[in-house]
């Protein structure tokens, strides 16, 4: 099927969230330095999630393949 | 006119579209939805481990994700979900739980990475 760009989508999206998975674990290690509890990753943290997640959305709705028509006469030259 | 590749289910009866349908696309529509939706419960599964999710909010956001994609593949059939599919259960809950396996999965495994490790 070669490069479309749902693929490339996909892939930045799942970069993006390894990205994050990165900046979380600094993170953390910089909360048990100054031994504070963790209650949720920082703000732009989130955001890329979110951004990956929209990403990944799409990649995964464009990429696996169109919607054929099932019924029988409306195809166009079948 | 059967050297033409339609596998029709019942005789043709050209007045109730219903009874005579594509079954090989709608096959393929099925494969469709299945690959969406394990892939989005993998993705969903290392957001809820980077998150931090523990039980049941991890479970809660597990359908949330299911949500968006069933959703987002009404949104891709245009809303005219007869066109693709028999039935409206197909696309609403077929799969739920497969990716609910590889949800848990890949929510333990990115959970471990960012928050043992």
């Known amino acids: 099927m070669g490069f479309s760009v749902g693929f490339v989508a996909g892939f930045v999206g799942v970069l993006a969230l390894c990205h994050a998975a990165n900046s979380t674990t600094q993170y953390k290690g910089l909360l048990k330095i100054t031994e504070d509890d963790f209650s949720g990753p920082p703000f732009n943290v989130v955001v890329e999630l979110i951004v990956g997640l929209v990403l990944c959305t799409w990649a995964a709705i464009t990429v696996p393949g169109i919607f054929l028509s099932i019924h029988p006469h409306s195809d166009d030259n079948r | ?117």
Not at chain 2, 5 to 29: C, I, M, Y
Request: aromatic share 18%; hydrophobic share 50%.
């Open chain 2, 1 to 117: 006119m059967a050297g033409h590749g339609e596998s029709e289910k019942k005789s043709s009866d050209a007045v109730n579209d219903l009874q005579t349908f594509r079954a090989e696309n709608l096959q393929s529509n099925m494969k469709v939805i299945y690959y969406s939706r394990t892939f989005l419960s993998i993705i969903g599964g290392v957001i809820a481990g980077i998150l931090g999710f523990t039980g049941l909010t991890g479970f809660v956001f597990y359908f949330l994700m299911m949500a968006i994609t069933s959703v987002a593949l009404i949104a891709k059939a245009k809303f005219s979900i007869h066109t693709y599919f028999d039935s409206w259960n197909r696309v609403l809950l077929d799969g739920f739980l497969g990716g609910l396996m590889s949800f848990v999965l890949f929510w333990t495994f990115a959970y471990d990475i960012v928050h043992i490790f």
